[in-house]
């Protein structure tokens, strides 16, 4: 279309196409989409070289560490050999993007791969590679950012802004290493398509099943806000069969720990008003339900029975985490019916105090027996976020007297000054500079797991939103170099109301959750992909150290060669990419298994 007919191009509304899982309001819809006019059916056929398409980083192997800004740049990077390539593991998996751009408005905007073919023997891989439309949300900052990976078949793009194209590629652990091609299609309705030939090379090296690597993955999921989002019933049947895609993701991801609250919000904080209430938009109501008649406490754990059984039946676990016996900041309550009014009360308590104690002696022995009971004894913790060793001594005093089976089951997210009470300790990496490796390295030695954490701060590494998406990837390095057994993440998806319109609650934008809300389960984020290209790097790095040792030449270097904290850029790319590559040719000189 002439340049002098564009002001007669009229805005409709929004367009997503044989959208597979997305479910969101309308309004996010047309957000979401960022603000796409479909052209009348009196618009003229665009130019037949409309389609301007690049990869971000100039390198297919590195274009997901970086996001693209949603302002299409005014000279798109080309390149003339359209040739893009991949490598990978059996079992493994890899994160690329290309981005596409016009001066005129894109219907249709569809990517396609068809599938893998070996240069040689062997037969294709079908459907190895999956295509997802990274959606622009707000930025906090100003702006928008491209986050939440829209599962649809095709977009609409206007002119002049940029569009995504986030590639998937998943091998089997089957497959038959070598090298593979196919072929990447760009297309938009009556335009020009333009080609990629795509190469696909599988070291002859197999990751081990998610269930069976050595990586301690600790995210608190947040059943709540999955009935709050659909408009259900907290603990319906209803809200169990919805939370459970959120569980099948995280057991996917090798999550080791079904979290859950059992006292009514362990989680608040004081608000500027001089209230106390839940650092969540939605607050974490407790899975037993509490009850005392003046003398005698009673508790039914029937929702905490099945939140534990829907976590196992998804895969996630073996480790069971109940917060609650300290709340963090240091406000104590307990919520409970009183049996003789059927009030709901909720109650101040200080911590050593009377009432404090006899309420949670009471729940303690009764949670013991329930938990021996129904065989979980040996795998359920008593969890506690970021209190001082000062209360947790207090809390430690009083599982002793009552409960003494739970004082070696003990997890703490927190300071090493609590080092002494923790079975599974988790360090805030805002102390980095203090922790101690010889304190790591001997819990180790006593078989007691050490994580780490990242919270708003620092952004980087980290996993918020407006952290290049690099920070996620390199956290499991962190992990490998310090000797740590894996990663905690306070919240998998404690959402805002909105997180389509509105990205964060109370702290730094994606601080509060690593997915987004579907129709039918979570919808990923560029941020949660990376994370998960991390741990495959620290499942090889591991399975090097099983077969090689520890001090292998070829883990020293790679760990060395990658630095956390190095500013993203073009130096760090390489870094992590060359280290991996190293790391996967000493093992591919290993037999296979």
């Known amino acids: 279309m002439p340049p002098s007919a564009q002001s007669t191009i009229t805005s409709q509304p929004t367009t997503v196409v044989r959208s597979r899982r997305f479910g969101v309001g309308l309004a996010a819809v047309a957000l979401l989409v960022g603000s796409v006019v479909t052209p009348t059916a009196a618009s003229a056929q665009p130019p037949a070289d409309v389609l301007k398409v690049w990869v971000p980083t100039g390198d297919f192997a590195s274009s997901s560490f970086e996001r693209v800004p949603q302002a299409a740049p005014e000279s798109v990077p080309t390149s003339h050999d359209r040739k893009l390539s991949l490598a990978t593991v059996r079992g493994g998996h890899a994160s690329a993007q290309i981005a596409v751009a016009s001066g005129q408005d894109l219907e249709e905007l569809h990517v396609q791969v068809g599938p893998l073919k070996p240069a040689g023997k062997g037969g294709a891989i079908a459907k190895a590679i999956q295509i997802r439309y990274p959606a622009y949300i707000p930025d906090d900052r100003g702006g928008t950012i491209a986050d939440p990976l829209r599962e649809v078949d095709r977009v609409d793009v206007p002119a002049g802004q940029a569009q995504p194209v986030w590639f998937t590629l998943a091998v089997p652990p089957d497959a038959r290493p070598g090298t593979y091609h196919s072929r990447v299609t760009v297309t938009a309705h009556k335009v020009e398509a333009i080609e990629y030939d795509l190469t696909v090379t599988v070291a002859d090296v197999t990751l081990p099943p998610v269930a069976e690597r050595d990586f301690h993955l600790n995210l608190w999921f947040q059943p709540d806000t999955v009935a709050e989002q659909a408009g259900l019933e907290l603990w319906s049947d209803q809200h169990f069969k919805a939370i459970r895609p959120y569980l099948e993701d995280l057991a996917s991801r090798g999550q080791r720990v079904i979290n859950s609250a059992v006292a009514e919000d362990p989680w608040p904080v004081l608000w500027p008003d001089g209230q106390w209430r839940s650092q969540t938009y939605v607050p974490y109501h407790s899975t037993v339900d509490w009850f005392h008649d003046g003398e005698q406490w009673s508790f039914d754990f029937a929702n905490w029975d099945r939140l534990v059984e829907e976590g196992m039946r998804a895969g996630v676990g073996p480790y069971i985490h109940a917060f609650g016996l300290l709340m963090f900041r ?223 030449p070829a883990r020293v270097a790679a760990l060395a060669g990658v630095e956390p904290t190095a500013t993203p850029g073009p130096a760090a790319y390489q870094a992590l990419l060359d280290a991996r590559a190293a790391v996967v040719n000493a093992l591919a000189d290993y037999p296979t298994d």
């Open 330 to 552: 240091g406000y104590q309550h307990v919520v409970y019916t009183d049996t003789r009014t059927g009030q709901r009360v909720d109650q101040e308590v200080s911590l050593g105090g009377a009432e404090w104690k006899d309420a949670w002696s009471a729940f303690l022995v009764a949670f013991e027996d329930h938990v021996r009971d129904r065989g979980w004894l040996d795998r359920t913790y008593l969890a506690f976020d970021e209190r001082p060793a000062s209360e947790m001594q207090v809390a430690i005093d009083l599982v002793r007297e009552v409960a003494p089976v739970f004082v070696d089951q003990i997890a703490i997210a927190g300071s090493a000054s609590t080092d002494a009470f923790a079975q599974d300790l988790s360090l805030n990496y805002s102390d980095v500079d203090n922790w101690s490796q010889e304190m790591i390295d001997r819990r180790r030695a006593e078989g007691k797991k050490t994580t780490f954490y990242t919270w708003s701060n620092p952004p980087y590494p980290n996993t918020v939103t407006p952290a290049a998406p690099l920070g996620a990837r390199v956290l499991s390095w962190l992990s490998a170099q310090r000797n740590l057994d894996g990663y905690l993440r306070w919240a998998y998806n404690s959402w805002p109301q909105d997180p389509y319109t509105d990205g964060s609650y109370r702290y730094r934008q994606g601080d509060e959750y690593l997915v987004y809300p579907g129709k039918d389960g979570p919808v990923s984020s560029i941020r949660w992909e990376l994370f998960r290209d991390g741990q495959e790097d620290f499942a090889l790095l591991d399975q090097l150290a099983e077969r090689g040792g520890q001090d292998h």
